[in-house]
């Protein structure tokens, strides 16, 4: 720049330009060798899905020119849909399993709901699910006292128990006004 008439110009622009491909070519080749890392991180058994998130995340932010930007896009959003199903799944399988136990089932979905309060694709059957679960436990519990006082009329002090653990579980309740004229 200083002094631009020099008889060394052409030379110091192809030796610039030389440096200036060899840099690109290590860097490229950085990030080629941690893209490769990430999948192959992936295929491993017993992959964490959130360090997998994590690591394809930190690129983007350290390489956010990187020629392969695409596909490490495309590896994240693998890796959090499939973090999405296998979370989603956990709280399915375990309804599936406990149908009795109300109150963990209710957590498992509550738990998917905390893990992908910033999204996810079954946020709105997780939330269904809750719903539907404390209305399955409502209905429940009200028949259990409702069906031992039917096999049981002189058990009046039973009777009264569960209605109490009733209206303990479900103070506002669908059959709370009946419980509580018992």
């Given amino acids: 720049r200083e002094f631009p008439d020099s008889p060394k110009r052409p030379d110091v622009i192809a030796l610039a330009k030389t440096l200036k491909n060899e840099l690109t070519t290590r860097k490229t080749a950085v990030e080629k060798k941690l893209v490769d890392d990430l999948v192959r991180s992936e295929s491993l058994p017993g992959a ?12 983007l932010s350290e390489y956010p020119e990187s020629p392969y930007r695409a596909e490490v896009t495309t590896h994240l959003e693998g890796y959090v849909g499939k973090l999405d199903e ?10 599936r399993k406990f149908p009795t136990n109300f109150s963990t089932r209710i957590e498992r979905y509550q738990e998917y ?26 209905l429940h519990a009200y028949r259990q ?5 039917i096999a ?3 058990d009046v002090p039973e009777v009264a128990r569960r209605l109490r653990d009733y209206l303990r579980d479900h103070a ?3 059959f709370a006004h009946d419980a509580k004229g018992y």
């Avoid at 296998?86 to 309804?95: F, G, K, Q, T, V």
């Avoid at 006292?145 to 006082?149: E, L």
């Fill in 145 to 149: 006292a409702y069906d031992h006082s």
């Fill in 172 to 174: 506002d309740g669908r």
């Fill in 152 to 154: 049981h009329p002189n």
């Fill in 113 to 138: 709901l905390k893990a992908h309060q910033t999204g996810g694709k079954f946020i709105g059957e997780a939330i269904d699910a809750t719903d539907r679960i404390a209305r399955e436990w409502d």
């Fill in 48 to 59: 964490s899905l959130p360090d997998l998130i994590e690591r394809a995340r930190h690129f």
């Fill in 86 to 95: 296998r979370d989603i799944e956990r709280a399915r399988d375990y309804s």
